[in-house]
């Protein structure tokens, strides 16, 4: 593991706030176990390992049903972790994996067979080296006929530059943390703006309403955090998604209690049904639909 990281909190607390049934943890990650699935060379990072048997274990005790795991850039293109993770988890989770243009039509058909119902594209540069445009196309259009979405990871202010790209994709997709919006600008300023004007404009947007913890200025309680995931709640009740982001990589200035991530949820959905659409109702539709 990387000297400057920090692991993943193993006591968390129990939430106060009682999931309802079918919740889903929409955004988690499986990291090895490092001797058995090993990261790939070109890793940016090396984490702390957290294996399935942890994640499964975390989710009964937060009170989740399902999960979907999210292939992790420390494995780059080789979702062996992540897949074995779905077969574990026997119909009780869903994956989202990253893979390379070149990307058989057999492996294609086994993801999809373990659950993988969507691919991921980073572009912060600081984790990956993002491709140029062209580069992903093929992979869109290889997918889409399964029926998959695609899932993007970027950083506020690379939206304009990638703009084009992103609003040309025709399946649906799913924006990783709220586009990591700078928490210290007003809500109704021009950079969320431009998030929301995305959102607004092309109905086959959705968003993770996730990462309190890394979005975070002012720290624990996420203050800062509340008014622009409950802007994204309220005005897009059934295009949004939460999860815990499990095991939280790359943080280094604190790890949060597992526990008070969930309860975060009733901050920012602040009615039942609200709640209902964002923790059972959308992870559901997006990716156990077929």
Known sequence: MDPDWLCFDPNPSKPTYQLPPGSVDAHCHIFGPGDVFPYAPERKYTPCDAGKDKLFALRDFLGYERNVIVQATCHGADNRAMVDAL??????????????PDVSDAALA??????VRGVRFNFVRRLVDPKP???????????????????IYFEAQDLAQRWDFFTSLPTPVVVDHMG??????????PEFGLFVRLMEEHPQYWSKV??????????????????????????????VLYGTDWPHPNLKSHMP??????????????TEELRHKLLVDNPTRLYWAG
């Open 87 to 100: 077969v574990a988890a026997d119909g009780r989770a869903r994956g989202v994996a990253t893979v390379r």
């Open 110 to 115: 086994e993801l999809h067979e373990a659950g």
């Open 133 to 151: 445009d062209a580069y992903y196309l093929p992979i869109v259009e290889r997918i889409a006929a399964l029926g998959w979405h695609v899932v």
């Open 180 to 189: 990591r919006p700078d928490v210290t600008k007003p809500v109704d300023g």
């Open 210 to 239: 996730t990462c309190p913890e890394r979005l975070t200025v002012s720290g624990p309680p996420y203050d800062d955090v509340v008014p622009f995931a409950r802007h994204l709640v309220e005005r897009f009740p059934d295009r």
């Open 257 to 270: 209690d597992d526990g008070k991530i969930v309860d975060f949820v009733p901050r920012i959905a602040t």
